[in-house]
């Protein structure tokens, strides 16, 4: 089933709006980053529907509670009286459903409640702070749920609502609520350090998550996005944040910062799971728009600089490998022995590639490759950008058709 959106149709309200018109009935968890579309595709999704909805918000300043959530859960409830549906079905949609307090707990109840007395409400809910919407699904909410992951916008989505080239998609990465402030870099960069960054921090992750040292938090989190495409130890991490926190610490921080979408530190590729835990992490943020919008630079200055505008590049395909690998939960790492490294690795359905970013000053060499193939002969080496995929084509096909 496709829906007819006055605005882009991303990906997740056609598995949405398919399950919800399933006969098998589960609460679906819509989790993903801030501003990246979850609200605005879920109220496209309700007015699609031919069922009775209702829609209620939990973001605001003050946690909401219990009470509030039995309001809204009532409401939804008579719906279903005076729904046209031969079921009498009514879908109930909670948005930033975290901000609840004991939310799974309750949800658990209502939702059992309303499955012994065969009441057909389907029930959303839209969530941005991933560990705290997961940690109530695995303690409260198993064998009730679905989830339906969310990520940013990829090239080929900023290409078609905002008529993008490559090169502004590398740089000013894929916000589409900050799309048409390019034009002015310093209140692009602005807004999207105040109202997506900062309020991702101090509210998703600070507010709901133990964040024992908010400053060493955030500066990690500046480093981070700096430092996106390149490996860093936590020992040289400790040393550039000046701080005693230990690895321990910043491992934490890294975590929470890939929960909220932000930035992951991904893992060198090894056969062996401990080894792979052990390595230093490569830093990647999951969208560029962090990278540049936290440094003190333009984007003349970067496109301009044939090394830098390469290691954007390469943070940006590293991205687009993130965000295109979620739907299907296939992991991405890096490789590297010794001098000899490998960007990313992807194994999917027994099947291992290695992507080889080359572009502007960055060309690299061959060296990699070799070396990576002598560990894992049966791999498949691909070269993105200079000599080899075009990046135009790179960052328009989806993870899962490489494989």
Known sequence: MRLNFNVMNR???EILAKRLKDRRNFIQIVSGPRQVGKTTGAMQVSKALDIPCHFASADEPLLKNSVWLDEQWEIARTKCTTSKSHLGEAVLFIDEVQKIQDWAERVKFLWDRDTSQNKPLKVVLLGSAKLAVHKGLTESLAGRFEV???THWSYGEMKTAFGWNLEKFIYFGGYPSSAKLVDDEVRWRRYVRDSLIETTVS??????????KPSLFRRLMQLACEYSGE???????????KDAGNTTTLAHYLDLLD???LVRGLHKYSGQNLRVRASSP????????????LMDTDFNSIHGDASRWGRFVESAAGAHLLNSAVQDDIPVYY?????AEVDFVVKHKGKLIGFEIKSGGR???SDGFCSFLKHYPDAHPLVVGTGGINLEEFFLTSISEWF
């Open 11 to 13: 990906q997740f309200t």
């Open 148 to 150: 339906i992951p969310v």
């Open 203 to 212: 509210r998703d992750l600070i507010l709901l998550s133990p964040v024992l």
């Open 231 to 241: 490996i860093l130890s936590y020992q040289k991490m400790t040393g550039q944040l």
């Open 259 to 261: 929960a909220a979408g």
């Open 282 to 293: 490569k830093l990647q943020v999951y969208n560029n728009a962090l990278k540049s919008a």
């Open 335 to 339: 490789w590297r022995s010794g001098d």
């Open 363 to 365: 060309t690299g060499s």
